[in-house]
Protein backbone atom coordinates (compact mmCIF):
# COMPACT_ATOMS: atom_id res chain seq x y z
CA UNK A 1 0.00 0.00 0.00
CA UNK A 2 2.90 2.37 0.74
CA UNK A 3 4.62 1.95 -2.20
CA UNK A 4 1.75 3.07 -3.92
CA UNK A 5 0.94 5.80 -2.52
CA UNK A 6 3.86 6.62 -2.51
CA UNK A 7 4.09 6.46 -6.55
CA UNK A 8 0.47 8.37 -6.84
CA UNK A 9 1.81 10.66 -4.15
CA UNK A 10 5.09 11.82 -6.84
CA UNK A 11 2.38 11.81 -9.60
CA UNK A 12 -0.32 14.27 -8.09
CA UNK A 13 2.85 16.68 -6.62
CA UNK A 14 3.77 16.38 -10.63
CA UNK A 15 0.23 17.64 -11.71
CA UNK A 16 1.38 21.14 -12.73
CA UNK A 17 3.50 19.04 -15.20
CA UNK A 18 0.79 17.03 -16.87
CA UNK A 19 -2.56 17.87 -18.53
CA UNK A 20 -5.94 16.89 -16.60
CA UNK A 21 -6.20 13.65 -19.32
CA UNK A 22 -2.72 12.68 -19.11
CA UNK A 23 -2.95 12.60 -15.50
CA UNK A 24 -6.44 10.73 -15.93
CA UNK A 25 -5.19 8.22 -17.69
CA UNK A 26 -1.75 7.42 -15.69
CA UNK A 27 -4.52 6.89 -12.52
CA UNK A 28 -6.43 4.80 -14.72
CA UNK A 29 -3.81 2.72 -15.62
CA UNK A 30 -2.55 2.20 -12.43
CA UNK A 31 -6.08 1.59 -11.05
CA UNK A 32 -6.00 -1.50 -13.69
CA UNK A 33 -2.81 -3.19 -12.21
CA UNK A 34 -3.53 -2.86 -8.83
CA UNK A 35 -5.82 -2.46 -5.77
CA UNK A 36 -5.28 0.06 -2.93
CA UNK A 37 -6.65 0.86 0.14
CA UNK A 38 -8.72 4.18 -0.36
CA UNK A 39 -7.38 7.08 1.02
CA UNK A 40 -7.87 11.02 1.67
CA UNK A 41 -4.80 13.13 -0.12
CA UNK A 42 -4.62 14.93 2.73
CA UNK A 43 -4.57 14.64 6.53
CA UNK A 44 -8.27 16.46 8.48
CA UNK A 45 -7.30 18.56 11.05
CA UNK A 46 -8.41 17.56 14.12
CA UNK A 47 -8.70 19.80 17.41
CA UNK A 48 -5.83 18.66 19.33
CA UNK A 49 -8.65 18.62 22.98
CA UNK A 50 -10.95 16.13 21.79
CA UNK A 51 -8.48 13.75 20.29
CA UNK A 52 -7.01 13.64 23.62
CA UNK A 53 -10.16 12.90 25.47
CA UNK A 54 -10.83 9.92 22.94
CA UNK A 55 -7.90 8.36 24.05
CA UNK A 56 -8.14 9.18 27.90
CA UNK A 57 -11.26 7.30 27.84
CA UNK A 58 -10.47 4.51 26.52
CA UNK A 59 -9.44 2.49 29.29
CA UNK A 60 -12.41 3.36 31.02
CA UNK A 61 -14.62 1.81 28.10
CA UNK A 62 -12.58 -1.39 28.05
CA UNK A 63 -13.29 -1.35 31.69
CA UNK A 64 -16.70 -0.79 30.86
CA UNK A 65 -17.27 -3.93 27.86
CA UNK A 66 -15.61 -6.39 30.56
CA UNK A 67 -17.70 -5.44 33.35
CA UNK A 68 -20.76 -5.70 31.20
CA UNK A 69 -19.58 -9.11 29.94
CA UNK A 70 -19.71 -10.82 33.80
CA UNK A 71 -23.07 -9.57 34.81
CA UNK A 72 -25.28 -11.71 33.47
CA UNK A 73 -27.98 -10.24 35.27
CA UNK A 74 -27.55 -7.15 33.41
CA UNK A 75 -27.10 -8.28 29.90
CA UNK A 76 -30.65 -10.22 30.89
CA UNK A 77 -32.54 -7.07 31.64
CA UNK A 78 -30.78 -5.26 28.97
CA UNK A 79 -31.54 -7.56 26.25
CA UNK A 80 -34.80 -8.70 27.27
CA UNK A 81 -37.19 -7.13 24.33
CA UNK A 82 -34.29 -7.09 21.80
CA UNK A 83 -33.79 -10.89 21.98
CA UNK A 84 -37.89 -11.19 21.38
CA UNK A 85 -37.58 -9.85 17.83
CA UNK A 86 -34.27 -10.05 16.31
CA UNK A 87 -33.64 -13.69 15.55
CA UNK A 88 -29.63 -12.54 14.94
CA UNK A 89 -29.27 -11.82 18.40
CA UNK A 90 -31.39 -14.27 19.64
CA UNK A 91 -29.75 -16.70 18.13
CA UNK A 92 -25.88 -15.23 20.11
CA UNK A 93 -27.85 -15.18 23.33
CA UNK A 94 -28.54 -18.45 23.29
CA UNK A 95 -25.04 -19.27 23.04
CA UNK A 96 -24.64 -17.08 26.17
CA UNK A 97 -27.16 -18.73 28.13
CA UNK A 98 -25.73 -21.93 27.20
CA UNK A 99 -22.01 -20.99 28.21
CA UNK A 100 -23.33 -19.88 31.97
CA UNK A 101 -25.64 -23.14 32.51
CA UNK A 102 -22.46 -25.45 31.60
CA UNK A 103 -20.29 -22.62 33.25
CA UNK A 104 -17.32 -20.93 31.48
CA UNK A 105 -13.89 -23.15 30.30
CA UNK A 106 -11.96 -20.20 30.47
CA UNK A 107 -10.85 -17.51 32.75
CA UNK A 108 -8.68 -15.65 30.44
CA UNK A 109 -10.67 -13.21 28.25
CA UNK A 110 -9.35 -11.50 25.47
CA UNK A 111 -10.98 -8.09 24.32
CA UNK A 112 -9.94 -6.14 21.47
CA UNK A 113 -12.49 -3.17 20.54
CA UNK A 114 -12.66 -0.02 18.45
CA UNK A 115 -14.68 3.18 20.11
CA UNK A 116 -16.12 5.15 17.43
CA UNK A 117 -16.92 8.91 17.62
CA UNK A 118 -17.57 11.97 15.59
CA UNK A 119 -17.35 15.78 16.17
CA UNK A 120 -20.80 17.86 17.07
CA UNK A 121 -20.46 21.27 16.23
CA UNK A 122 -23.69 23.10 16.82
CA UNK A 123 -23.63 26.71 16.34
CA UNK A 124 -21.19 29.04 17.94
CA UNK A 125 -19.77 26.13 20.23
CA UNK A 126 -16.85 24.11 20.55
CA UNK A 127 -17.08 20.63 19.29
CA UNK A 128 -17.65 17.91 21.37
CA UNK A 129 -17.15 14.32 21.25
CA UNK A 130 -19.57 11.75 20.62
CA UNK A 131 -19.68 8.16 20.34
CA UNK A 132 -21.25 6.78 17.60
CA UNK A 133 -20.39 3.15 18.61
CA UNK A 134 -18.45 0.42 20.29
CA UNK A 135 -17.39 -2.06 17.81
CA UNK A 136 -16.37 -5.38 20.10
CA UNK A 137 -16.25 -7.83 17.69
CA UNK A 138 -13.92 -7.94 14.52
CA UNK A 139 -13.04 -4.30 15.01
CA UNK A 140 -11.28 -3.58 11.95
CA UNK A 141 -8.32 -0.94 10.30
CA UNK A 142 -5.94 -1.63 12.98
CA UNK A 143 -3.07 -2.84 10.53
CA UNK A 144 -3.50 -0.54 7.93
CA UNK A 145 -4.05 2.62 9.91
CA UNK A 146 -0.58 1.42 11.22
CA UNK A 147 0.49 2.25 7.87
CA UNK A 148 -1.10 5.75 7.22
CA UNK A 149 1.12 8.10 8.38
CA UNK A 150 3.79 7.22 6.44
CA UNK A 151 1.99 7.57 3.53
CA UNK A 152 0.61 10.91 4.20
CA UNK A 153 3.92 12.28 5.46
CA UNK A 154 5.47 11.54 1.98
CA UNK A 155 2.75 12.87 0.53
CA UNK A 156 2.95 16.39 2.41
CA UNK A 157 6.54 16.54 1.52
CA UNK A 158 6.61 15.88 -2.12
CA UNK A 159 3.73 18.97 -1.91
CA UNK A 160 6.25 21.21 0.13
CA UNK A 161 4.31 21.15 3.18
CA UNK A 162 7.19 19.71 5.69
CA UNK A 163 5.76 21.17 9.01
CA UNK A 164 2.58 19.53 8.55
CA UNK A 165 4.16 16.31 7.36
CA UNK A 166 6.20 16.27 10.79
CA UNK A 167 3.03 16.87 13.08
CA UNK A 168 1.75 13.28 11.58
CA UNK A 169 1.37 11.14 14.62
CA UNK A 170 3.10 7.69 15.14
CA UNK A 171 0.10 5.13 14.78
CA UNK A 172 0.44 1.40 15.32
CA UNK A 173 -2.73 -0.15 16.53
CA UNK A 174 -1.26 -3.69 14.82
CA UNK A 175 1.37 -3.73 17.06
CA UNK A 176 -0.91 -3.02 20.38
CA UNK A 177 -3.81 -5.42 19.25
CA UNK A 178 -1.02 -8.44 18.73
CA UNK A 179 0.59 -7.68 21.99
CA UNK A 180 -2.30 -8.05 23.42
CA UNK A 181 -3.31 -11.10 21.85
CA UNK A 182 0.25 -12.93 22.35
CA UNK A 183 -0.27 -11.86 26.31
CA UNK A 184 -3.78 -13.83 25.90
CA UNK A 185 -1.43 -16.78 24.31
CA UNK A 186 1.46 -16.80 26.94
CA UNK A 187 -1.46 -17.16 29.40
CA UNK A 188 -3.03 -19.93 28.25
CA UNK A 189 0.20 -21.61 28.86
CA UNK A 190 1.24 -24.33 25.91
CA UNK A 191 3.98 -23.20 23.19
CA UNK A 192 2.73 -25.75 21.01
CA UNK A 193 -0.73 -23.76 20.92
CA UNK A 194 -1.62 -21.93 17.73
CA UNK A 195 -3.58 -18.88 17.40
CA UNK A 196 -6.56 -19.02 14.99
CA UNK A 197 -8.09 -15.73 13.14
CA UNK A 198 -11.60 -16.78 12.42
CA UNK A 199 -12.08 -15.17 8.95
CA UNK A 200 -14.67 -14.61 5.79
CA UNK A 201 -14.78 -17.13 2.74
CA UNK A 202 -14.13 -13.87 0.70
CA UNK A 203 -11.39 -11.76 2.38
CA UNK A 204 -11.73 -7.92 0.83
CA UNK A 205 -9.64 -6.36 3.68
CA UNK A 206 -7.00 -9.28 4.08
CA UNK A 207 -4.10 -6.74 4.67
CA UNK A 208 -5.49 -5.30 6.96
CA UNK A 209 -5.91 -8.80 9.21
CA UNK A 210 -2.09 -9.45 8.00
CA UNK A 211 -0.48 -6.38 9.96
CA UNK A 212 -1.76 -8.44 13.04
CA UNK A 213 -1.01 -11.63 12.40
CA UNK A 214 2.41 -10.49 10.94
CA UNK A 215 3.27 -8.73 14.33
CA UNK A 216 2.09 -12.37 16.16
CA UNK A 217 4.56 -14.37 13.93
CA UNK A 218 7.69 -11.97 15.08
CA UNK A 219 6.72 -13.13 18.46
CA UNK A 220 7.63 -16.73 17.12
CA UNK A 221 3.62 -17.53 17.41
CA UNK A 222 1.93 -19.81 15.50
CA UNK A 223 -1.23 -18.31 13.02
CA UNK A 224 -3.93 -20.37 11.21
CA UNK A 225 -6.34 -19.07 9.42
CA UNK A 226 -9.89 -20.87 9.04
CA UNK A 227 -13.56 -20.33 8.39
CA UNK A 228 -16.57 -21.39 10.32
CA UNK A 229 -16.65 -24.58 8.06
CA UNK A 230 -13.04 -25.55 8.60
CA UNK A 231 -13.69 -25.61 12.12
CA UNK A 232 -17.23 -27.57 11.90
CA UNK A 233 -15.64 -30.08 10.07
CA UNK A 234 -11.69 -30.65 11.51
CA UNK A 235 -12.85 -29.44 14.94
CA UNK A 236 -13.14 -31.39 18.31
CA UNK A 237 -13.25 -30.92 21.93
CA UNK A 238 -11.20 -33.27 24.16
CA UNK A 239 -11.95 -34.01 27.95
CA UNK A 240 -10.28 -31.04 28.91
CA UNK A 241 -12.34 -29.34 26.54
CA UNK A 242 -9.20 -28.50 24.50
CA UNK A 243 -9.68 -27.02 21.04
CA UNK A 244 -8.20 -28.79 18.36
CA UNK A 245 -8.43 -28.52 14.52
CA UNK A 246 -6.75 -30.52 11.99
CA UNK A 247 -4.90 -31.91 15.12
CA UNK A 248 -3.92 -28.95 15.95
CA UNK A 249 -4.36 -27.27 19.48
CA UNK A 250 -6.00 -23.56 19.25
CA UNK A 251 -4.56 -21.11 22.33
CA UNK A 252 -6.63 -18.28 21.03
CA UNK A 253 -9.43 -17.75 18.36
CA UNK A 254 -9.72 -14.06 17.19
CA UNK A 255 -12.75 -13.30 15.12
CA UNK A 256 -12.62 -11.24 12.30
CA UNK A 257 -15.80 -13.08 11.08
CA UNK A 258 -19.07 -13.75 12.83
CA UNK A 259 -20.56 -10.21 13.65
CA UNK A 260 -23.68 -10.16 11.04
CA UNK A 261 -26.14 -12.09 10.23
CA UNK A 262 -24.65 -13.38 6.42
CA UNK A 263 -21.86 -14.78 8.38
CA UNK A 264 -23.82 -17.47 9.55
CA UNK A 265 -24.16 -19.52 6.14
CA UNK A 266 -25.45 -22.64 8.00
CA UNK A 267 -26.56 -24.37 11.06
CA UNK A 268 -23.02 -25.74 10.59
CA UNK A 269 -21.50 -22.25 10.81
CA UNK A 270 -23.57 -21.71 14.70
CA UNK A 271 -22.47 -25.32 15.93
CA UNK A 272 -19.03 -24.40 15.11
CA UNK A 273 -19.06 -21.03 16.60
CA UNK A 274 -20.81 -22.95 19.83
CA UNK A 275 -18.15 -25.34 19.72
CA UNK A 276 -15.54 -23.02 20.05
CA UNK A 277 -17.35 -20.96 22.91
CA UNK A 278 -17.23 -24.24 25.14
CA UNK A 279 -13.90 -24.71 24.53
CA UNK A 280 -10.56 -23.91 26.66
CA UNK A 281 -9.38 -21.31 23.79
CA UNK A 282 -9.31 -17.59 24.55
CA UNK A 283 -12.09 -16.17 22.22
CA UNK A 284 -11.77 -12.42 20.92
CA UNK A 285 -14.48 -12.33 21.68
CA UNK A 286 -16.22 -14.45 24.29
CA UNK A 287 -20.36 -14.55 23.35
CA UNK A 288 -20.74 -12.67 26.65
CA UNK A 289 -17.94 -9.38 24.96
CA UNK A 290 -19.74 -9.80 21.89
CA UNK A 291 -23.42 -9.32 23.31
CA UNK A 292 -21.74 -6.08 25.12
CA UNK A 293 -21.26 -4.50 22.30
CA UNK A 294 -24.88 -4.50 20.71
CA UNK A 295 -26.50 -1.33 20.25
CA UNK A 296 -29.33 -2.17 22.88
CA UNK A 297 -26.85 -2.26 25.38
CA UNK A 298 -25.28 0.84 24.14
CA UNK A 299 -28.80 2.73 25.16
CA UNK A 300 -29.40 0.97 27.82
CA UNK A 301 -25.57 2.25 29.16
CA UNK A 302 -27.08 6.35 28.75
CA UNK A 303 -30.15 5.40 31.18
CA UNK A 304 -29.42 7.41 34.46
CA UNK A 305 -27.42 5.66 36.93
CA UNK A 306 -26.35 2.71 34.96
CA UNK A 307 -22.71 3.58 34.34
CA UNK A 308 -22.55 3.95 38.04
CA UNK A 309 -23.80 0.10 38.77
CA UNK A 310 -19.99 -0.63 36.89
CA UNK A 311 -18.33 2.71 38.53
CA UNK A 312 -19.52 2.51 42.07
CA UNK A 313 -16.54 4.43 43.42
CA UNK A 314 -15.58 6.17 40.57
CA UNK A 315 -17.56 9.43 39.64
CA UNK A 316 -14.77 10.45 37.04
CA UNK A 317 -14.28 7.50 34.89
CA UNK A 318 -18.71 7.61 34.93
CA UNK A 319 -18.21 11.83 34.22
CA UNK A 320 -15.42 10.92 31.62
CA UNK A 321 -17.72 8.39 30.08
CA UNK A 322 -20.83 9.88 29.74
CA UNK A 323 -19.59 13.19 28.39
CA UNK A 324 -18.89 11.03 25.51
CA UNK A 325 -22.62 10.16 25.02
CA UNK A 326 -24.66 11.62 22.65
CA UNK A 327 -29.25 10.90 23.31
CA UNK A 328 -30.00 7.35 22.54
CA UNK A 329 -33.55 6.58 23.15
CA UNK A 330 -35.29 3.38 24.08
CA UNK A 331 -38.15 1.92 21.32
CA UNK A 332 -39.27 -0.50 23.99
CA UNK A 333 -42.94 -0.56 24.25
CA UNK A 334 -44.23 1.47 26.72
CA UNK A 335 -44.81 5.60 27.18
CA UNK A 336 -41.16 5.75 26.74
CA UNK A 337 -40.94 4.33 23.70
CA UNK A 338 -44.42 5.86 22.58
CA UNK A 339 -42.23 9.16 23.31
CA UNK A 340 -39.70 8.20 21.51
CA UNK A 341 -41.88 7.01 17.91
CA UNK A 342 -43.36 10.35 18.40
CA UNK A 343 -39.99 12.52 18.82
CA UNK A 344 -38.78 10.53 15.69
CA UNK A 345 -42.07 11.07 13.25
CA UNK A 346 -42.13 14.85 14.52
CA UNK A 347 -38.53 15.59 13.53
CA UNK A 348 -36.89 12.35 11.47
CA UNK A 349 -34.09 14.49 10.51
CA UNK A 350 -32.91 15.33 14.11
CA UNK A 351 -31.74 11.58 14.49
CA UNK A 352 -30.65 8.06 13.05
CA UNK A 353 -32.82 4.86 13.67
CA UNK A 354 -29.97 1.99 14.61
CA UNK A 355 -30.79 -1.74 13.94
CA UNK A 356 -28.78 -4.60 15.73
CA UNK A 357 -26.34 -4.54 13.21
CA UNK A 358 -22.33 -4.01 12.89
CA UNK A 359 -20.70 -3.97 9.28
CA UNK A 360 -21.77 -0.50 8.25
CA UNK A 361 -24.78 1.03 6.31
CA UNK A 362 -27.15 -0.25 8.25
CA UNK A 363 -28.39 2.68 9.82
CA UNK A 364 -31.55 4.62 8.81
CA UNK A 365 -32.28 8.51 8.34
CA UNK A 366 -34.47 10.95 7.62
CA UNK A 367 -37.75 9.76 5.60
CA UNK A 368 -36.78 6.56 6.02
CA UNK A 369 -36.67 7.01 9.51
CA UNK A 370 -40.57 7.23 9.05
CA UNK A 371 -41.46 4.61 6.94
CA UNK A 372 -39.92 2.33 9.11
CA UNK A 373 -41.19 3.63 12.70
CA UNK A 374 -45.06 3.85 10.72
CA UNK A 375 -44.74 -0.29 10.06
CA UNK A 376 -43.77 -0.91 13.42
CA UNK A 377 -44.79 1.73 15.61
CA UNK A 378 -47.77 -0.48 17.16
CA UNK A 379 -46.01 -3.62 17.04
CA UNK A 380 -43.16 -5.16 18.99
CA UNK A 381 -41.04 -5.56 16.44
CA UNK A 382 -40.01 -1.66 16.91
CA UNK A 383 -38.06 -3.06 19.62
CA UNK A 384 -35.29 -4.17 17.59
CA UNK A 385 -34.04 -0.51 17.20
CA UNK A 386 -33.05 2.08 18.97
CA UNK A 387 -33.02 6.30 18.33
CA UNK A 388 -29.85 8.32 18.69
CA UNK A 389 -29.08 12.07 18.16
CA UNK A 390 -27.92 12.39 14.47
CA UNK A 391 -24.49 14.01 15.51
CA UNK A 392 -23.74 17.09 13.18
CA UNK A 393 -19.68 17.58 12.45
CA UNK A 394 -18.46 20.73 9.88
CA UNK A 395 -17.22 19.40 6.68
CA UNK A 396 -13.42 19.50 5.92
CA UNK A 397 -12.95 19.62 1.77
CA UNK A 398 -10.29 17.17 0.57
CA UNK A 399 -9.98 15.00 -2.27
CA UNK A 400 -10.91 10.81 -1.63
CA UNK A 401 -8.59 8.55 -3.45
CA UNK A 402 -10.69 5.44 -4.28
CA UNK A 403 -10.17 2.82 -7.03
CA UNK A 404 -12.21 4.12 -10.09
CA UNK A 405 -13.43 7.30 -8.94
CA UNK A 406 -12.78 10.54 -10.66
CA UNK A 407 -9.83 12.75 -8.75
CA UNK A 408 -12.56 15.47 -7.43
CA UNK A 409 -12.46 17.98 -3.71
CA UNK A 410 -15.45 17.13 -1.73
CA UNK A 411 -17.08 18.09 1.27
CA UNK A 412 -15.80 15.24 3.61
CA UNK A 413 -16.66 14.34 7.27
CA UNK A 414 -14.84 12.30 9.29
CA UNK A 415 -15.43 9.70 12.41
CA UNK A 416 -12.30 8.79 14.64
CA UNK A 417 -11.86 5.49 16.17
CA UNK A 418 -10.17 4.67 18.86
CA UNK A 419 -8.45 1.50 19.47
CA UNK A 420 -8.85 -0.68 23.39
CA UNK A 421 -6.75 -3.96 24.49
CA UNK A 422 -7.22 -5.98 27.38
CA UNK A 423 -6.28 -9.20 29.00
CA UNK A 424 -8.21 -10.61 32.13
CA UNK A 425 -7.18 -13.76 34.17
CA UNK A 426 -10.11 -14.15 36.35
CA UNK A 427 -10.59 -11.04 38.87
CA UNK A 428 -7.27 -9.52 37.67
CA UNK A 429 -6.71 -7.07 34.91
CA UNK A 430 -3.37 -8.39 33.50
CA UNK A 431 -3.13 -5.20 31.10
CA UNK A 432 -5.82 -2.54 29.69
CA UNK A 433 -4.34 -0.28 27.15
CA UNK A 434 -5.62 2.33 23.99
CA UNK A 435 -2.99 0.89 21.60
CA UNK A 436 -3.49 2.99 18.64
CA UNK A 437 -6.37 5.59 16.59
CA UNK A 438 -8.33 5.64 13.05
CA UNK A 439 -9.32 8.31 10.98
CA UNK A 440 -12.01 7.64 8.39
CA UNK A 441 -13.46 10.23 6.18
CA UNK A 442 -16.18 10.28 3.51
CA UNK A 443 -18.11 12.57 1.46
CA UNK A 444 -20.97 14.60 3.24
CA UNK A 445 -23.59 13.04 0.69
CA UNK A 446 -23.37 9.61 2.08
CA UNK A 447 -25.46 9.44 5.68
CA UNK A 448 -23.61 6.11 6.51
CA UNK A 449 -20.85 3.62 6.08
CA UNK A 450 -17.34 2.35 6.13
CA UNK A 451 -14.31 1.76 4.24
CA UNK A 452 -15.44 -1.93 3.79
CA UNK A 453 -18.93 -1.05 2.02
CA UNK A 454 -17.27 1.13 0.29
CA UNK A 455 -17.85 4.82 1.30
CA UNK A 456 -15.38 5.70 3.84
CA UNK A 457 -11.63 6.01 2.74
CA UNK A 458 -8.48 5.61 5.31
CA UNK A 459 -6.91 8.80 6.82
CA UNK A 460 -4.54 10.59 9.22
CA UNK A 461 -5.73 13.36 12.31
CA UNK A 462 -3.84 17.07 12.05
CA UNK A 463 -4.06 17.91 15.44
CA UNK A 464 -4.61 21.87 15.94
Known amino acids: MLGICSALGHRISERSLLSPSVFSHI ?14 LFPTPVPKAVFSQALAVQ ?4 TLVDKISQDADFLQEAL ?5 VDDFTARLFKIHQQILKEGRSQSIVLGLNRSDYMLDQRENDTPSLKQIEINTIAASFGGLSSRTPDVHRHILKMAGRLEESERILDNNPAAGLARAIAKAWELYGSEKAVVVFL ?3 VQRNIFDQRYVEYELWKRNIHVIRLRFEDVFKAGSLDQD ?25 SEQSWDARLLMERSRAVKCPDISTHLA ?9 ARPGVLERFFPDQPQAVQQIRATFAGLYTLDLGPEGDKT ?9 RFVLKPQREGGGNNIYGSEICQVLEQVKESTERTAYILMDKIHPTPVRNYLMRQGSPLKISNCLSELGVFGAYVRQGKDMVTNECVGHLL ?9 GGVAAGVAVLDNPLLF
Not at 440 to 448: G, I, N, P, V
Open 341 to 349: VSMALAAPE
Open 440 to 448: RTKSSEHSD
Open 293 to 301: GTKKVQQVL
Open 199 to 201: VED
Open 59 to 62: THYN
Open 241 to 265: KRLFVDGKEVGVVYFRNGYMPDNYT
Open 27 to 40: LHLVFQVVSFAPFT
Open 80 to 84: ASTIT
